[in-house]
């Protein structure tokens, strides 16, 4: 009985402690809508004038907000601190997290990730895991803790159950003004003059009518289709822009050699308001030009090029040198001396510059350290920028630079090229806070870096800020904007109704083939794929004609996703007429991997016809040649799966393929694998999990249906049954 009572009171203590540990200070006035700003103690202590500020001037804003700090000591006592608050708020709106707020390295869901496939057995945890602050804002998600870090106090793994909901859509959203330590200095005053930054853009809201946007080497912008319908885009998602020239810039790195410096002076440009980066990127740089020959595209620009690197070598040579090199140059060459000077006076300030850079094609921390931005708001399309747990992250260098940037959009692993760039991007010009924002296009790695209430000055009258939360579930109130004059607008109600139930599949195909803007229809395809009946494919046809560069590449993209073999006649006809379309045609070549070689044969002979190169014969030679190529990787990854006689090594290599190129007309037989106790379980656990990216197949109730059937054995090892579980769950 003594020691009954010893361990009672030892469970009181230590639960008073804990609530000693978490504090909770209640909003000062009564809004419409309620935010929570979580916050460690010391860092609350330090910056406490700054902190009340912000939330002064986030009330004043229309948000009720709460401050939850506390010395964490795990994530788990965070988030059940948030649960708490978001109980009992009135339309919780999301949360920011300043200073030494513990984070989640995710692991068991690299399928909520844009592109992030990395083997969890064989690489380090620290390399194969995600940062994602989904841990805390989607609490539809399940995790179970695995280990905290034994250097960093704030780093803390967690692996996605197999029986939770397996796809993200947070509760609310979310945003992390983490200081990152190599920029030295005192922390906490530099959060201090975070916040003051952040209250003073709250207080005279802009409109967004100012921005710029940035296609990098390398990325998908090299496709000049891709990079020409992006006007179009933006003209469609951001409708207040001012008249002139300035007030919108759509720059590529093809129009200068040296475009970093060009980007240095447009980030410093006067009413700068947005800046969108598409890039390749690291944690630590943002990739600008590339230096190999495919970035320069005519014969001047190689001649300048090369003109470039010989004056180069000539500034390093004695006068005698110079002199005895144009001599011999002049000889082989058969040019004058106006070669040296055809070009020698433009961008001679570049030229300078780029010879003291250590690297004139990246933008690194000590660039940016340098900078004042201008914009507001930064987006970083882009891998690793976002990485705030990193010593030293480029988003983290923005918000806490001279400039006047308060918010980013990065990511914290690397990030799907062909990923949906500007997918409601456009809501921010409607006075949509950009957490809000972020939380309708969620992936697990893409977050908020600093103030994620940051909004800009919304059209007089709009309510849509307040209503995009508060009325979030009102089917009248969005149904009265599907027919809204903006295209974001629209296609935010389609997403909102679909959500609730309130469309069928035919109403979202009917509202596409009708809808005008390009956005718009790409949200239609987007939302039907949910559906997986005959009006997503419907969708797939219409939407790979489109007159919209990203549509007809998300079209194809879903329809080797789909299998469905009616598309074939779509793919060739598509393939043939359509080369053009550089990031179209990649995906219409994924699709003759992934579709049967017997479709795709019969469907060439259909269509050929309609061929209209001047050499009919060519085409379909080049049509046939392509099927081919592309249908021996299929061969090769099939007979290596299926071969009993190779290693396991390269049979799970195998299935590690088959996760991104989706063998629809092979699921029986990985089902029957899956079945087989006679192979190795490794192998067995990875095809069951290959077959979860599957999910927007036309065969997915085949494999939920398969998969349960191998369930129902008793003796079925456990490692397998959690992993069918979870594919169950991916394919619903």
């Excluded at 978490?22 to 406490?48: C, G, L, M, R």
């Excluded at 939850?68 to 978001?86: F, H, L, M, S």
């Excluded at 085409?619 to 592309?630: G, H, L, N, S």
Aim: hydrophobic share 35%; proline share 3%; aromatic share 12%.
């Amino acid at each position: 009985m003594k020691r009954f009572l010893l361990v009672i009171a030892a469970i009181i203590c230590t639960g008073q402690i804990f609530a000693q540990k978490a504090k909770v200070t209640k909003p000062v006035t009564k809004q419409s809508n309620s935010f929570a700003i979580v916050i460690d103690n010391i860092t609350y202590e330090k910056a406490n004038a700054e902190v009340l500020a912000y939330r002064d001037a986030l009330e004043a804003d229309g948000l009720s907000t709460y401050i939850i700090c506390g010395t964490w000591e795990n994530p788990d006592q965070v988030k059940a601190q948030i649960r708490k608050v978001y109980a009992k708020a009135k339309n919780f709106e999301g949360v920011v997290f300043i200073g030494d707020v513990p984070y989640a390295m995710v692991r068991n869901a690299q399928h909520m990730t844009t592109a992030f496939k990395m083997d969890e057995k064989k690489f380090d945890k620290d390399q194969s895991s995600v940062a994602s602050d989904r841990f805390y804002d989607d609490l539809h998600l399940e995790f179970e803790f695995i280990q905290k870090d034994t250097v960093n106090p704030m780093k803390f793994w967690y692996k996605l159950t197999e029986d939770s909901p397996q796809t993200l859509n947070p509760t609310f959203y979310s945003g992390r003004i983490f200081y990152p330590p190599m920029l030295g200095g005192d922390k906490y005053e530099a959060i201090a003059k975070y916040l003051r930054k952040a209250v003073e853009a709250k207080k005279n809201p802009e409109l967004l009518d100012n921005m710029v946007t940035f296609a990098g080497h390398g990325y998908n912008g090299d496709c000049l289709l891709v990079w020409q319908d992006e006007k179009i885009a933006m003209n469609e998602n951001f409708p207040f822009l001012a008249n002139g020239h300035n007030s919108e810039k759509h720059l590529n790195f093809r129009m200068d050699k040296y475009m970093k410096y060009q980007l240095f002076s447009e980030l410093e440009r006067p009413g700068i308001d947005a800046f969108f980066f598409n890039e390749h990127g690291s944690i630590d740089k943002q990739h600008i030009s590339g230096s190999s020959p495919e970035t320069v595209s005519s014969t001047e620009e190689r001649l300048s090029s090369f003109r470039s690197k010989i004056n180069g070598e000539l500034r390093w040579m004695s006068e005698e040198e110079r002199e005895e090199f144009r001599k011999n140059f002049f000889k082989y060459y058969g040019v004058n001396e106006q070669f040296f000077k055809a070009r020698a006076e433009e961008n001679q300030e570049e030229v300078e510059l780029a010879k003291n850079d250590p690297d004139p094609i990246i933008f690194s921390l000590d660039d940016i350290k340098k900078l004042k931005p201008t914009p507001r708001f930064v987006m970083f399309n882009a891998c690793y920028n976002g990485s705030f747990h990193r010593p030293g992250y480029v988003a983290g260098y923005y918000i806490f630079g001279d400039g006047r940037t308060v918010v980013c959009q990065g990511n914290t692993v690397n990030v799907l090229q062909d990923r949906w760039t500007y997918e409601m991007a456009g809501l921010i010009s409607h006075g949509v806070r950009i957490g809000e924002y972020n939380r309708m296009i969620a992936s697990l790695e893409g977050h908020i870096i600093g103030d994620p209430t940051f909004h800009f000055r919304e059209q007089e009258g709009s309510t849509l800020r307040r209503d995009a939360v508060a009325k979030a579930n009102d089917a009248a109130y969005w149904e009265a904007l599907l027919e809204s004059p903006y295209a974001d607008i629209q296609s935010l109600a389609l997403r909102k109704l679909t959500d609730m139930g309130a469309l069928e599949s035919f109403d979202i195909l009917a509202h596409m083939k009708r809808c005008k803007f390009g956005t718009t229809r790409m949200e239609c395809i987007k939302l039907l794929s949910r559906f997986r009946d005959d009006n997503y494919i419907e969708a797939i046809k219409t939407g790979i004609y489109d007159s919209y560069e990203l549509t007809r590449r998300n079209a194809a993209d879903y329809a080797w996703r789909s299998g469905d073999t009616r598309l074939s006649e779509t793919i060739i006809d598509a393939f043939a007429n359509y080369p053009e379309s550089q990031r179209l045609n990649y995906n219409l070549q994924k699709c003759m991997t992934l579709f049967p070689e017997k479709s795709l044969r019969e469907a060439l002979e259909v269509v050929k016809k309609d061929f209209t190169d001047l050499d009919v014969d060519a085409a379909v030679k080049r049509v046939e040649d392509m099927i081919e190529f592309q249908q021996n990787f299929k061969r090769e990854y099939t007979s290596t799966l299926f071969n009993n006689n190779a290693t396991l090594r390269e049979r799970i290599a195998a299935s590690r393929w088959m996760r991104n190129h989706n063998y629809h007309d092979q699921i029986g037989r990985m089902l029957e694998l899956i079945a087989d106790k006679s192979q190795e379980l490794e192998l067995r656990v990875n095809v069951a999990e290959m077959l979860g990216w599957y999910n927007k197949s036309m065969f997915c109730q085949q494999i939920s249906d398969g998969c349960k059937k191998i369930l129902e054995n008793k003796d079925i090892e456990e490692e397998l049954r959690k992993e069918l579980i979870q594919t169950i769950n991916r394919v619903k």
